[in-house]
């Protein structure tokens, strides 16, 4: 099991940035691709961006694109989620997650941080 903790979340002016952290430790954190997901009130938990084990690989939901970066630094057991543009629909809480696996489906991951929310206010 990996243990992932997020923080960085606040509320924000719209057009504002955002830098979330993951911190990871348990197994060994190179060894897992990483995910952030996000939730807003009365909506189902969706993908938001991907980073392989290695971060040569990242992909992003359309709603992300242009807008956030997914980073992570295997030396720090550490994944980073940095929002740009931030608009009054990407509030909600964000969670990190891992997964030995590819995917974009929340249920593909095996392990979840607790949150941390992001409010962009207008």
């Known amino acids: 099991q990996v243990q992932l903790v997020e923080s960085g979340g606040g509320l924000v002016q719209v057009g504002g940035s955002l830098r979330l952290s993951c911190a990871a430790s348990?197994?060994?954190?190179?060894?897992?691709?990483m995910g952030w997901f996000r939730q807003a009130p009365g909506n189902e938990r969706e993908f938001v961006a991907f980073?392989?084990?290695?971060?040569?690989?990242?992909s992003y939901a359309d709603s992300a694109e242009g807008r956030f970066t997914i980073s992570r630094d295997n030396a720090k057991n550490m994944v980073y989620l940095q929002m740009n543009s931030l608009r009054p629909d990407d509030t909600a809480v964000y969670y990190c997650?891992?997964?030995?696996?590819?995917?974009?489906?929340?249920?593909?991951?095996?392990?979840w941080g607790q949150g941390t929310q992001v409010t962009v206010s207008s």
């Open positions: 997650a891992v997964t030995a696996r590819w995917g974009r489906q929340p249920g593909t991951y095996d392990d």
């Open positions: 348990g197994r060994t954190f190179s060894n897992y691709n």
């Open positions: 980073i392989s084990r290695s971060g040569a690989s990242e």
